[in-house]
DNA sequence: CGTTTGCTTGAATTCTGTCAAAGCAGGTGG
DNA sequence: CCACCTGCTTTGACAGAATTCAAGCAAACG
């Protein structure tokens, strides 16, 4: 079973307030874990999304598929990040997406009922959600800026800058696909970088 | 001074929660209201984000300028839409970004203080702002998959079908800088999509 | 080992941006 | 009422950027 320390970490970084013994207790006792191995799928095409996963240990990639069967990601996953579809688990709608484990990962779920349910008994709960929305506001401007304005080559120089350990961690295809460029493109990108 | 009760029926929509009457008053009462000339800025780079505006008549562009002075719309908006830099009105920092209204506006102003002690006093207020960022990290899913996924010409058909009045009321040049594409492309893509 | 997976490289093609010019409104002032 | 701006759109020619297709190579894995 996952270890719950690095979430009760999370929630009070995120939301500054301490948590106390029964409220650790309580997250302790509701929430299941769950393991995946790599490459197996924590969310695929048509599910509803059930369940929000915090990662404990290990990454994943979010990803949509186009007609054409390419594949485009959308998200990446490492410790202490939230995975799943977000449209999914507030509508209850059938996802677009997949998620997917790129390592062996820990996980610990939650359902729309039981964050609902924590951020009402739980302050810090409803304070770490305040502060994640915000951040992830924040984070979709820049990205959405980026991708608007910078050319391929910007667009890697500021997640090199930004996200350093996605260069190590992921393939380089797969950093090509977050960039919405080709991976022969990236490659020739790197190349042509190299002082 | 401009109207109030398309606010109230916002929040009301968004909240699914009503709106006593003190409440109404309480908001009244505490919050600006701000006339706009079509050219004229609510917000210049540099400046602190002092207030998010809710529009009760008229358009905005918010955009950003890179190093070549090139322009770049990241969002436009329009009648019951907030506007301004989220992370300059939360974090307090300088703006990377410019909002300008495109038409005359009327505006209702709240400051970060305002919308904390109104959130913590009005559950219709707290459910609003839940509601609104729900919906917001899904429209940045949405539009950051149209943006890596999708090549120029189904990006503006993707547009043309979410938010046709877009068209109708924003210049094809403000259009082309939303989707990140010059206003030539843009003119071509029109020509050779007409069937 | 042999296979798979990911990375690189080349050549041809397609797409997009840039620059320049011209057309086409709507709005203003004379 | 007309002539003239001014802002926006269209078009053409060209250069540059990115994708696609194909091949080869190296490291990782079972």
Same mark, same amino acid.
């Given at each position: 079973m996952a270890d719950f320390n690095p979430l009760f970490d999370y929630i009070e970084r995120k939301?500054?307030?301490?948590?106390?013994?029964?409220?650790?207790?309580?997250?302790?006792?509701?929430?299941k874990t769950k393991k995946l191995r790599k490459r197996q799928f924590?969310?695929?095409?048509?599910?509803?999304?059930?369940?929000?996963?915090?990662?404990v240990k290990g990454a994943t990639r979010m990803f949509a598929v186009d007609e054409k069967g390419h594949e485009h990601i959308l998200h990446f996953g490492l410790e202490e990040w939230w995975v799943g579809d977000y449209e999914s688990f507030y509508l209850l709608t059938p996802s677009k997406y997949y998620v997917e484990a790129l390592e062996d990962a820990d996980l610990i779920l939650i359902t729309n009922e039981?964050?609902?349910? $924590? +951020?009402? !008994?739980?302050?810090?709960?409803?304070?770490?959600?305040?502060?994640?929305?915000?951040?992830?506001?924040?984070?979709?401007?820049?990205?959405?800026?980026?991708?608007?304005?910078?050319?391929a080559e910007e667009r890697y120089e500021d $997640? +090199?800058? !930004?996200?350093?350990?996605?260069?190590?961690r992921f393939p380089q295809n797969m950093i090509a696909s977050y960039l919405g460029i080709s991976p022969e493109t990236l490659s020739r990108i790197r190349k042509a970088a190299v002082k």
């Amino acid at each position: 079973m996952a270890d719950f320390n690095p979430l009760f970490d999370y929630i009070e970084r995120k939301s500054k307030v301490t948590l106390p013994e029964d409220e650790r207790n309580l997250i302790l006792n509701k929430l299941k874990t769950k393991k995946l191995r790599k490459r197996q799928f924590f969310l695929q095409e048509g599910d509803v999304c059930k369940y929000m996963g915090f990662i404990v240990k290990g990454a994943t990639r979010m990803f949509a598929v186009d007609e054409k069967g390419h594949e485009h990601i959308l998200h990446f996953g490492l410790e202490e990040w939230w995975v799943g579809d977000y449209e999914s688990f507030y509508l209850l709608t059938p996802s677009k997406y997949y998620v997917e484990a790129l390592e062996d990962a820990d996980l610990i779920l939650i359902t729309n009922e039981q964050l609902q349910e $924590l +951020a009402r !008994t739980t302050k810090a709960v409803a304070a770490m959600l305040d502060s994640l929305n915000q951040g992830a506001t924040i984070a979709n401007n820049k990205r959405m800026r980026a991708a608007i304005s910078l050319t391929a080559e910007e667009r890697y120089e500021d $997640l +090199a800058k !930004t996200y350093p350990h996605f260069l190590q961690r992921f393939p380089q295809n797969m950093i090509a696909s977050y960039l919405g460029i080709s991976p022969e493109t990236l490659s020739r990108i790197r190349k042509a970088a190299v002082k």
